[in-house]
T-cell receptor, first 114, second 116 residues
Framework: DAGVTQSPTHLIKTRGQQVTLRCSPKSGHDTVSWYQQALGQGPQFIFQ???????QRGNFPDRFSGHQFPNYSSELNVNALLLGDSALYLCASSLGWSSGNTIYFGEGSWLTVV | AQSVTQLGSHVSVSEGALVLLRCNYS??????LFWYVQYPNQGLQLLLKYTSAATLVKGINGFEAEFKKSETSFHLTKPSAHMSDAAEYFC??????????????FGGGTRVLVKP
């Protein structure tokens, strides 16, 4: 049973560029969330997708956008990259988006902006 | 808005000693509560979660946590530390409510060092 898988694992981008990160949820899960974890900090919620719609959004600018596909996989896009966007980006999945549902995390994608 | 406070960004324990990691939450309604562990260069692994069934929750790897509503706390303990417990631990809350969704709000984390 595959868990949450993310790609790429590491990438380096230049300021002003755009990046796309990809996520496949755990088998059977239909809800995907994205978190940003800066070095030495706890993860911060970016947004959540269910039935291909953004259901919840954290305090992140519009440069951060996402998409969920019919097979429940998801992408996170970040435009006009800033140095401060350097972080570990974690994808998480769950069965449904009801409060209390267990959320499983992937290994993350390390983004470095130079 | 919910918030989570983890007292102590670093904790050092001797192998075999008690591990105690503190977590306090701020919420008008008792939330759902979680503890996750993160090993170096890895994602988050769920240790345990509280969903109002029992106040003492047992998790994986010998960890347990007790929900205390009066103290708005959800401290994590393990009776005897093992070298493999060296990692960062995060407490998280999810708002309790029909339309609340299940987004997690995390504390700042506590890094555990286990001394031989």
């Amino acid at each position: 049973d595959a868990g949450v898988t993310q790609s790429p694992t590491h990438l380096i981008k230049t300021r002003g560029q755009q990046v796309t990160l990809r996520c496949s949820p755990k088998s059977g899960h239909d809800t995907v969330s994205w978190y940003q974890q800066a070095l030495g900090q706890g993860p911060q919620f970016i947004f959540q997708y269910y039935e291909e719609e953004e259901r919840q959004r954290g305090n992140f600018p519009d440069r951060f956008s996402g998409h969920q596909f019919p097979n429940y996989s998801s992408e996170l896009n970040v435009n006009a990259l800033l140095l401060g966007d350097s972080a570990l980006y974690l994808c998480a999945s769950s069965l449904g988006w009801s409060s209390g549902n267990t959320i499983y995390f992937g290994e993350g994608s390390w983004l470095t902006v130079v | 808005a919910q918030s989570v406070t983890q007292l102590g960004s670093h904790v050092s324990v001797s192998e075999g000693a008690l591990v105690l990691l503190r977590c306090n939450y701020s919420s008008s309604v008792p939330p759902y509560l979680f503890w996750y562990v993160q090993y170096p260069n890895q994602g988050l692994q769920l240790l345990l979660k509280y969903t109002s069934a029992a106040t003492l929750v047992k998790g994986i790897n010998g960890f347990e946590a007790e929900f205390k509503k009066s103290e708005t706390s959800f401290h994590l303990t393990k009776p005897s530390a093992h070298m493999s417990d060296a990692a960062e631990y995060f407490c998280a809350v999810s708002e309790n409510g029909r339309a609340a969704g299940n987004k997690l709000t995390f504390g700042g984390g506590t890094r555990v060092l286990v001394k031989p």
